[in-house]
Structures are given as C-alpha cells and as structure tokens.
C-alpha cells in the first residue's frame, strides 16, 4: 500500500497544494491524507499501517520557477531548509524510517504563498502530471 501526506496551508494559495492534492487524488493503489500543517500528528496513522512508499508533498521555496517539482531524499534534508512549515519533513521521514519501506520528499515550488490566494495556474499544472505518473505507478524523476 501506498501512503500520501499532503501537507501545508489549506488557506495559503500555493502552500495549500499538498492537502488539495491529498483530498482530490484517487486511485486504488494509494491512501490520501490531508496532513494540512502538523504531519507529526499523522505518525501514528503511518505506523498502524506500516506503507511500502510513504511519499510526503509540500510546497517548498527552492528559489526555482513556479511549479517545478523536486524529489529529495530525507536524508538531504536539514532542519528548516525545506517546505513553508516550522518543521523539518527531514527529521519527520527519519523518524518514520522503520515503519515505511520507502519515503519520498516531494516539494512544488509556489508562486505564491499569500493568505486567501487560490492555487497558481503552474501549480495546479504540476498536480495535475503528479496526479498521471502516480496513477501510472511511477513517481517523478
């Protein structure tokens, strides 16, 4: 089984994609869940379940053009280098190492981030391929 947490702002323009993307995919071989700000609080969730590929999308400012997509190793990730939330997802996948066989940081640049802002055309295009490849049993590259 495959596990999503889409996490950030649902109220934050581009910083809402991770949670419009965990209520908005389906497909038989993944469980979506809307971690909105505090994914720490879904921990145990992954651990009752125990998924093959635990992939964790956020939006990250990486200083990159809107909507590009990146795939991190956890390892990669320092505290507070990554994503638009306090937390390290770094630390977070680390924490969750023994209970997924496989965790994947998935980070889409916002254009942006703004209080009652709806989600930016280039965002919702990267949702959209990231919607195609996980259906199709891939994750990006």
């Not at 009752?48 to 990146?70: E, I, N, S």
């Amino acid at each position: 089984m495959n596990l999503l947490l889409g996490i950030g702002n649902p109220r934050h323009g581009d910083d809402a994609l991770g949670p419009v993307f965990a209520r908005a995919f389906r497909h038989p071989a993944w469980r979506c869940v809307n971690a909105a700000t505090a994914p720490e609080n879904f921990t145990g969730l992954v651990r009752h379940l125990r998924p093959d590929l635990l992939v964790m999308l956020d939006a990250a400012d990486m200083d990159r053009p809107p909507g590009t997509l990146l795939r991190l190793a956890p390892a990669a990730l320092a505290a507070g280098d990554f994503g638009t939330h306090a937390g390290s997802l770094g630390q977070l996948a680390d924490y969750l190492a023994d209970c997924a066989g496989r965790i994947v940081i998935l980070g889409i640049q916002p254009a942006s981030t703004a209080p009652g802002a709806r989600l930016s055309p280039p965002v919702r295009a990267t949702l959209k391929t990231l919607a195609t490849t996980l259906a199709a049993g891939r994750l990006p590259a």
